[in-house]
């Protein structure tokens, strides 16, 4: 019996899903071809490790990217630039930049994946995300290109670090080329990957509110509003406190990168091993937050926390509705928001159950590597390389988890089937 493909129908949960287990694949394939090389080898589930990093913007790695050559830079690279856009965005994207139009049927798809949009407005959203990611990349690359060379590093070496540094940095991916991260460097360097990161984490919807729409309707969204406060909110107060617990031992600058990169970029500037125990719970709890939706970073997202957050406050005070900024937000939306949390939080839980049962690096590290990898952060402290082949398994899938999400797991299943509107009696439960 022969199955036409084109007989097959997959929602566009499905099709995401699918599109980034090709693309993980892909680049294992390319990580194997002989051109690319590593100065220690590379096997296969290093290779699939690596390749799932890349296309989760995770950053986390078993084997140092330092080692490997050019090409396998170029294609981690690529895969870090086509994860943190997104397939699906992306060939949307290329198709609209060739064709100068969009299918219906795409734009169904893009609109169904991305909530806070309109139908009307995705052919303009498709040309900014392309325009804002390479125009963003490209001064990035030319400010850490400056920052490099004031380093001590060549034109060239120093143009390679920064076009490689900016797709990380705006991508959330966390890959850098020195072992030792940013450690060490200076702050045009530091300051530039944190601008980039920030751009790349608040979301395309945001940007394109504050770039597009503000200028003829001069009003903000409950979306950015919640996004740009909780960002504000996030980045000052966890540097203050990560200075506080750090009793001055670090600057007020390496303070402020580890609170912007704890939220799904990966990089650091200081020895994660030194912190105290209070940084690297708080950094735990910023890296399972994340960056805010439709951005390239992960974690339950900056509108989930503010909204799960402020829910409880306003139950607490016996309020019914909450209400932010003069508007009510759906009880479907704080539904929503709850299930979101409660599923990373399952996730994080049987995933740190499972990587203790194989391993013995403690509760402390195991469970920031876990929410590191849900996060799709790429922050470690060190166990990654040392978890053995099943470690790396289990890394692996919630690195994927993290990237499409939970609730685009349990969309696999879902189908387009009338609800039956029944009103059942209403029961209180103790």
Same mark, same amino acid.
């Given at each position: 019996?022969?199955?036409?493909?084109?007989?097959?129908?997959?929602? *566009?949960?499905?099709?995401?899903?699918?599109?980034?287990?090709?693309?993980?694949?892909?680049?294992?394939?390319?990580?194997?071809? *002989?051109?690319?090389?590593?100065?220690? =080898?590379?096997?296969?589930?290093?290779?699939?490790?690596?390749?799932?990093?890349?296309?989760?913007?995770?950053?986390?790695?078993?084997?140092?990217?330092?080692?490997?050559?050019?090409? =396998?830079?170029?294609?981690?690279?690529?895969?870090?630039?086509?994860?943190?856009?997104?397939?699906?965005?992306?060939?949307?994207?290329?198709?609209?930049?060739? &064709? =100068?139009?969009?299918?219906?049927?795409?734009?169904?798809?893009?609109?169904?994946?991305?909530?806070?949009?309109?139908?009307?407005?995705?052919?303009?959203?498709?040309?900014?995300?392309?325009?804002?990611?390479?125009?963003?990349?490209?001064?990035?690359?030319?400010?850490?290109?400056?920052?490099?060379?004031?380093?001590?590093?060549?034109?060239?070496?120093?143009?390679?670090?920064?076009?490689?540094?900016?797709?990380?940095?705006?991508?959330?991916?966390?890959?850098?080329?020195?072992?030792?991260?940013?450690?060490?460097?200076?702050?045009?360097?530091?300051?530039?990957?944190?601008?980039?990161?920030?751009?790349?984490?608040?979301?395309?919807?945001?940007?394109?509110?504050?770039?597009?729409?503000?200028?003829?309707?001069?009003?903000?969204?409950?979306?950015?509003?919640?996004?740009?406060?909780?960002?504000?909110?996030? +980045?000052?107060?966890?540097?203050?406190?990560?200075?506080?617990?750090?009793?001055?031992?670090?600057?007020?600058?390496?303070?402020?990168?580890?609170?912007?990169?704890?939220?799904?970029?990966?990089?650091?500037?200081?020895?994660?091993?030194?912190?105290?125990?209070?940084?690297?719970?708080?950094?735990?709890?910023?890296?399972?937050?994340?960056?805010? $939706?439709?951005?390239?970073?992960?974690?339950?997202?900056?509108?989930?926390?503010?909204?799960?957050?402020?829910?409880?406050?306003? +139950?607490? &005070?016996?309020?019914?509705?909450?209400?932010?900024?003069?508007?009510?937000? $759906?009880?479907?939306?704080?539904?929503?928001?709850?299930?979101?949390?409660?599923?990373?939080?399952?996730?994080?839980?049987?995933?740190?159950?499972?990587?203790?049962?194989?391993?013995?690096?403690?509760?402390?590290?195991?469970?920031?590597?876990?929410?590191?990898?849900?996060?799709?952060?790429?922050?470690?402290?060190?166990?990654?390389?040392?978890?053995?082949?099943?470690?790396?398994?289990?890394?692996?899938?919630?690195?994927?988890?993290? &990237?499409?999400? $939970?609730?685009?797991?349990?969309?696999?299943?879902?189908?387009?089937?009338?609800?039956?509107?029944?009103?059942? $009696?209403?029961?209180?439960?103790?």
């Amino acid at each position: 019996m022969k199955i036409k493909l084109s007989h097959i129908k997959l929602n *566009p949960w499905q099709y995401l899903i699918l599109s980034f287990l090709i693309l993980i694949g892909l680049g294992t394939f390319f990580l194997n071809l *002989p051109f690319v090389r590593h100065q220690n =080898g590379l096997t296969f589930i290093n290779s699939l490790f690596t390749s799932t990093s890349a296309v989760c913007v995770t950053g986390l790695t078993t084997i140092s990217t330092s080692g490997f050559n050019w090409q =396998g830079e170029l294609v981690i690279l690529i895969l870090m630039q086509l994860g943190a856009i997104g397939i699906m965005t992306l060939s949307s994207s290329f198709i609209l930049a060739v &064709r =100068g139009k969009i299918s219906l049927k795409h734009k169904i798809s893009f609109f169904r994946t991305q909530e806070n949009s309109s139908l009307h407005d995705v052919n303009g959203i498709l040309r900014f995300i392309l325009v804002i990611t390479f125009v963003s990349e490209f001064f990035g690359a030319i400010l850490l290109s400056i920052g490099f060379a004031a380093q001590g590093n060549s034109f060239w070496e120093s143009v390679h670090q920064g076009i490689f540094h900016s797709v990380s940095a705006f991508c959330n991916a966390g890959f850098s080329t020195y072992d030792s991260s940013l450690i060490g460097m200076n702050d045009i360097i530091k300051y530039t990957v944190m601008a980039l990161i920030i751009i790349g984490g608040i979301g395309y919807h945001v940007i394109y509110e504050l770039i597009k729409k503000y200028k003829f309707e001069k009003r903000l969204s409950l979306h950015t509003k919640i996004v740009l406060l909780t960002t504000t909110l996030l +980045i000052f107060g966890a540097a203050l406190l990560i200075f506080i617990f750090e009793r001055g031992q670090v600057s007020i600058t390496d303070s402020l990168f580890q609170s912007v990169t704890a939220r799904t970029a990966g990089f650091n500037t200081v020895n994660l091993f030194n912190l105290h125990y209070l940084s690297l719970f708080l950094i735990t709890l910023l890296m399972f937050i994340g960056a805010s $939706p439709g951005s390239t970073g992960g974690g339950i997202k900056t509108t989930t926390f503010f909204i799960v957050a402020f829910s409880v406050f306003k +139950i607490l &005070r016996g309020k019914r509705n909450v209400v932010v900024f003069n508007r009510q937000i $759906p009880n479907t939306i704080i539904l929503k928001s709850f299930a979101i949390l409660s599923a990373y939080f399952m996730v994080a839980f049987f995933g740190t159950l499972a990587l203790l049962y194989h391993n013995s690096h403690g509760f402390l590290n195991t469970l920031f590597e876990v929410v590191s990898a849900l996060g799709t952060v790429g922050l470690s402290l060190g166990i990654s390389s040392e978890v053995g082949m099943f470690g790396k398994l289990i890394l692996i899938i919630i690195m994927f988890i993290g &990237r499409v999400g $939970p609730a685009s797991i349990a969309m696999l299943t879902f189908k387009n089937e009338k609800e039956i509107k029944i009103k059942f $009696p209403e029961e209180s439960v103790y």
